[in-house]
């Protein structure tokens, strides 16, 4: 391979097939970037949303228990 490339031009080996590249393989260089941004935030979600019941379980546990303690 680098025996073909080695009598090209500069502009084919740096210009030219990382663009053929971005061509072939852009929509799945797109799918997986995506799939990845939508795995975080999907992780981030969910962590949001397991520290607010916790933050609201706390928050309801801590009052409920001081007014059984009055009965």
Known sequence: MQE????????????????IAIVV???LIASVIGFV???LFKV???AALVGGL???V???????????SEW
């Open 54 to 56: 916790v933050y609201v």
């Open 25 to 27: 393989f852009g929509g």
């Open 4 to 19: 073909v490339l080695s009598g090209m031009p500069w502009w084919v080996k740096w210009v030219a097939i990382p663009l």
């Open 58 to 68: 706390r928050k309801f546990m801590g009052s409920s228990s001081a007014s059984r």
């Open 44 to 46: 981030l979600l969910f």
């Open 37 to 39: 941004i939508g795995l």
